[in-house]
């Protein structure tokens, strides 16, 4: 490691506990929303990361959904976050359990919005009971349906099951997103050369009915951004 990627490391450990424990005081959807841009912001401008946000007037505010997207690298939420930074929609990430108890994303993870997905768990009832409460208040689900970040060297991997099961049980509209830049690229290029800016483009597609089931939802996405298979 260099000397800037140990100085961004220490700095991203301290920046994003410091979050977290701000998030702790926080019960407000919307307060928590404005932190959790505020630390995305934070982060990415240390890296020299600037994201640019294709399709922003496609959001219908305050509409609950269930966002998906591609996922390549640890950065991603950062990048989606920009994506509502201007509406009114709040959403809860997903979790894999290993981020719960994580030294660098657990305090943050726990307190910035997020329901925890035990994989190990064979009763997944209250996994989806929790998301139920949420969608009832308003809130939205935030879901990386590949599983873990794609590390194939593809536009996308495989998607998982559970996205649409998700959709269907809390009747939520499905909000495609893509990262349309190699954000794991894009944050290894920022790590050897800090002084060079950087940008990432999001793309926000249309809104699917969870009740159209005419193709996979892998398929319908696919499409959506001309992906190759």
């Given amino acids: 490691m260099n000397f800037f990627q140990i100085k961004m490391a ?7 506990n410091k979050y977290g ?9 919307s307060e928590k929303k404005r ?3 505020a630390y995305a912001k934070e982060l990415l401008t240390a890296l020299n990361i600037t994201v640019e946000v ?5 959001l219908a505010d305050g509409k609950p959904c269930l966002l998906v997207s591609n996922h390549r690298s640890i950065i991603d939420p950062l990048i989606v976050e920009h994506a509502f930074d201007k509406s009114d929609i709040f ?3 997903v979790s894999k359990e290993e981020l719960y108890n994580s030294f660098f994303f657990g305090l943050f993870t726990r307190n910035g919005g997020s329901i925890l997905l035990d994989r190990s768990s064979k009763q997944m009832s209250s996994f989806f009971k929790e998301i139920k409460s949420h969608v009832k208040q308003g809130d939205s689900i935030f879901l990386f349906p590949e599983g873990t970040r794609n590390k ?14 998700i959709a269907m049980k809390n009747r939520l509209p499905i909000l495609p997103v893509y ?15 800090s002084r060079q ?5 999001i793309e926000i597609g249309d809104y699917i009915d969870y009740k159209d089931r005419s193709v996979g939802l892998e398929v319908a996405y696919r499409k959506m951004f001309n992906l190759e298979e």
């Avoid at 800016?197 to 483009?201: A, E, K, M």
Wanted: aromatic fraction near 8%.
């Fill in 10 to 16: 220490i700095y991203a450990t301290y920046l994003t």
């Fill in 197 to 201: 800016p950087l940008q990432i483009t």
């Fill in 54 to 58: 294709k399709g922003r007037e496609k």
């Fill in 152 to 165: 194939e060297g593809t536009n996308l991997s495989e998607f998982k099951d559970g996205a649409q099961i």
């Fill in 21 to 29: 424990l701000k998030l702790k005081k926080i019960s407000d959807s």
């Fill in 179 to 193: 990262i349309r830049t190699n954000s794991d690229e894009t944050l290894k290029a920022s790590l050897k050369n």
């Fill in 35 to 37: 932190v959790r841009f």
């Fill in 91 to 93: 959403g809860l990430w």
